[in-house]
C-alpha cells in the first residue's frame, strides 16, 4: 500500500516566453509590451506540480532536451516534490517552448499561445514498457495532448486494460479516436476543445451553453466517457454524466493577471482531489477554487497554489470545507 495516493503523468514539458501588453499585435504589426518572463511550463508538468503541491504523490514520465531549459524545468518539476526518474533526455531536439501572448487591457485578460513540442514528441512508447508491469502501482493516470498520439494511445490502453483510472485533458485539441475515447475515465475539455472533439457549434462568443452544452456532453459520452467535464472559463466548470449535468460557478477573484495555467491547476487539482476520496463534486468545488488562484499569478508554475493557499481561499468565500476534508 503506497502512504499517499499515487498519480502517474506523462506529458509535456514546455518552457513558456510570455509577453504582456495591452493588447496583441495584427498581422505585420508591432506592438511594445510591458513585461517579458520565462516560466517553466508543459501541460504535463504544470498538472503534475499542481497535483504534487496539493500533498499527492506524483510520477512524471517525459522527455526533455539536452539543453537548460530542459535542466531547469526538471528541477522546477523536482522541486515541487514530483518524482521525474522516468523522464527521458533527448539528444535529437531541444526541449519545448511555449509562445505567450497575454493581453491585458480594457476588455480583460486573455492570451494566444503557439507551442513548439521539440524533445515532447521524441517520448515513445518504448520509453514507457516498464508500465506493462508498473502500471497498477498507480491510482490514477492523467494524460495530455502534447505528446505522440502512438503513445498515448499506447498508456490510454495499458490503463484500461490494468483497471486504472484515467484522466485526459484533450489539449491542444486533436482529433481521438474511439478506442482511446472508450479508454477514458475522466474527460476535461475546455470549450473550444469540446466543441472541436464533438462536432457541435460554439456561440459567437466562442461558448457551449443550454443545448448546445447538452449536445456536446452527449456526443462525447456516447463515445463511452463515462464522466466528461468541460470547463467554461469565467463561468466555471460543467460536470456531465448519464445523471446530467451539473454546473459549477467560477470563484471571482479581484485581481486577474495571467489564464494561461487555469485549466492545468484545475485538472491536477481535481485529480489530486480524486484520489485522496473525495466525491467528484467535492474534487471538482476544490478544483475551481485553485484555478481561481492560479488566475492571479503570472506564468504556469509559478503560479500553481499550495493546498494552504486553497484552504485559505476556501475558508475567506464561506465555501463548504468537506471540499476539502481528506486532503490532509
Known amino acids: 500500500m503506497n502512504e499517499k495516493p499515487k498519480i502517474l503523468v506523462v506529458g509535456s514539458f514546455v518552457m513558456d516566453l510570455v509577453a504582456l ?31 504534487a503541491r496539493l500533498g499527492v504523490a506524483v510520477d512524471m514520465a517525459g522527455c526533455v532536451g539536452d539543453d537548460s531549459f530542459g535542466k531547469e524545468m526538471l528541477y522546477v518539476v523536482e522541486s515541487s516534490g514530483a518524482d521525474t526518474r522516468h523522464v527521458k533526455t533527448s539528444h535529437d531536439h531541444p526541449s519545448g517552448v511555449g509562445h505567450i501572448e497575454v493581453q491585458a487591457g480594457a476588455s480583460g485578460v486573455q492570451n494566444r499561445i503557439i507551442v513548439v513540442p ?17 502500471i497498477g502501482d498507480y491510482d490514477l493516470v492523467m494524460m495530455q495532448l502534447e505528446l505522440r498520439m502512438d503513445t498515448i494511445l499506447y498508456v490510454a ?34 470549450e473550444t476543445e469540446a466543441a472541436f472533439l464533438s462536432g457541435i457549434q460554439t456561440d459567437a462568443q466562442g461558448r457551449l451553453s443550454g443545448k448546445s452544452l447538452e449536445d456536446a456532453a452527449a456526443v462525447l459520452r456516447g463515445k463511452g466517457v463515462d464522466n466528461v467535464i ?12 448519464a445523471d446530467g449535468i451539473k454546473l459549477f460557478p467560477c470563484v471571482r ?8 495555467a487555469a485549466g492545468d491547476s484545475f485538472v491536477g487539482t481535481f485529480s489530486a482531489g480524486y484520489v485522496s476520496g473525495l466525491s ?30 486553497v484552504e485559505r481561499l476556501i475558508e475567506e468565500r464561506g465555501a463548504d470545507k468537506t471540499i476539502i476534508a481528506g486532503m490532509k
Open 21 to 51: 501588453a495591452e493588447r496583441a499585435p495584427d498581422l505585420g504589426e508591432t506592438v511594445i509590451g510591458s513585461c517579458f518572463k520565462t516560466a517553466p511550463g508543459g501541460k504535463g508538468a504544470n498538472q503534475a506540480v499542481q497535483a
Open 118 to 134: 521539440g524533445a515532447n514528441y521524441d517520448l515513445l512508447p518504448t520509453d514507457l514498457e516498464w508500465l506493462e508491469e508498473g
Open 157 to 190: 490502453r495499458l490503463s484500461r486494460d490494468a483497471g486504472v483510472p484515467l484522466m485526459l485533458n484533450p489539449a491542444p485539441a486533436a482529433s481521438l479516436s474511439d478506442e482511446l475515447l472508450s479508454c477514458v475515465t475522466f474527460l476535461t475539455p475546455n
Open 230 to 241: 468541460i470547463t467554461l472559463g469565467d463561468r466555471g466548470a460543467a460536470l456531465c454524466t
Open 253 to 260: 477573484m479581484p485581481d486577474v493577471k495571467d489564464p494561461t
Open 280 to 309: 467528484i463534486d467535492n474534487a471538482i468545488g476544490l478544483a475551481v477554487h485553485a484555478a481561481a488562484i492560479t488566475v492571479c499569478g503570472y506564468g504556469a508554475i509559478p503560479s500553481l497554489p499550495t493546498l494552504d493557499m
